[in-house]
């Protein structure tokens, strides 16, 4: 059982809504994901970084992958928010997409009420421990 912050659960299950962070993990739509990922509304996928000195725009591109739209990446940055490098900021402006960093609990947060509101949102989180 995965101690940690229950979320609400703002949408069906046909999309990739977090219900649980923490422990160094994420329940997301049912399925426990160790370690980082990258979530979209229709997928959640692992995301190779353990550290966000490791963060590049490589190391996204998954989640552009195959023909996803994002208008909004959160990025849950761990326990506390880090800047964002500015060349990945501008390669993802130059994209169209908005990108904000908080930490973890936050961006899983704002990631459910952006997905509840309909937008194109997708998330990169680094866990928690």
């Known amino acids: 059982m995965i101690d940690d912050k229950t979320l609400p ?3 069906p299950e046909e999309v990739q809504v977090i219900q649980t962070y923490g422990d160094g993990r994420f329940r997301i739509s049912n ?3 160790d370690g980082a990922v990258l ?15 490791q963060l590049s725009f490589a190391s996204l591109a998954s989640l552009f992958a195959e023909g996803r739209r994002c208008e909004i990446l959160l990025f849950g940055a761990g326990a506390r928010p880090w800047p964002l490098p500015t060349d990945l900021r501008h390669e993802l402006r130059n994209m169209g997409v908005i990108a904000d960093v908080m930490d973890t609990g936050a961006a899983c947060r704002t990631y459910n009420v952006l997905l509840a509101e309909n937008r194109l949102v997708s998330a990169a989180l680094l866990p928690i421990a």
């Open 9 to 11: 659960t703002p949408r």
């Open 31 to 33: 399925v426990v994901h």
């Open 39 to 53: 979530v979209t509304p229709k997928a959640t996928l692992n995301w190779p970084i353990g550290a966000w000195s």
